[in-house]
């Protein structure tokens, strides 16, 4: 296993043009396979809400929701640079409110930088977080918190107009203090632009090739979230098919008597007569 990465690694992969690899985990056994599997990072998304928690969009996932998940994938994950994702309603309020709940994710459970949605109207809450030291992730494109406004999952960029405004975020963020930009389903073409553009490391999440990384839903790749699918998923693995034959065997293990085995018992260690007498005792 390499030495824990920071963020100054990150600028000197993107100035060679080494690309980062970077996927979500929420618990201790993801966090433990992803450092295993020698990821650069990892991000405790808010798409815990429905990879993990079964709701409908990443709106319900609280502060404490947060931390949880955050504690059990840095215990899973000591050796890798873990991001925390700020949820809904922990930094809309006010800079204060921003700063607090962004020092929570690094008191509480060790994470090496937050990441929070939006451009140019989120600009005081980055400088806020980052002027307090903490390393802030800028995520602009396919925004969930926001996808109401958005008019749902829709891909953004597309048009001249919304690459511009995109554009426009991408620099401000920067300039607000952000040490990193995750781009969400936008064109490509947009992508390497900005990435171009901007001094600070750029990553895609369906936003295509040309950036500095890639990041991935868990959850989507490992064909282990089942409500739906987005374009921009390559499935690595169907591990809801695995598991649920493994249930589906079980079931009819236990049904027909197969399971447990004699492998599978405690043997006494005192004779079958002395628990028979055992037993006896009971009787009278
Ligand atoms: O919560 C999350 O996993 C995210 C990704 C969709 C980028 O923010």
Redesign the pocket.
Known sequence: MGKKKSIVDFYEMKKKGEKVSWI?AYDYPMASFAEQAGLDMI???????M?VLGYQG?IPVTMDDCISHCQAVRRGAPNTYVIG?MPFGSYQVSDEDAVINACRFLKEADMDAI?L?GGVRVLSKIKAISDAGIVVFG?IG????SSGQLGGFKAQGRTVDSARELIKDAIAIQEAGARAL?L?AVPPELTEYISKKLSIPVYS?GAGLPCDGQ?I?CGDMLGLFQAFTPKFVKKYANVAEIITNAFKEYVADVKGEKFPEDKHVYHAIDSKEAFEALFREFEQ
């Open positions: 979500t991000l405790v998304g808010d798409s815990l809400g990879v990443t994702d990441k949605e995520h396919l925004t969930p918190q995750l969400e999440i990041l839903i």
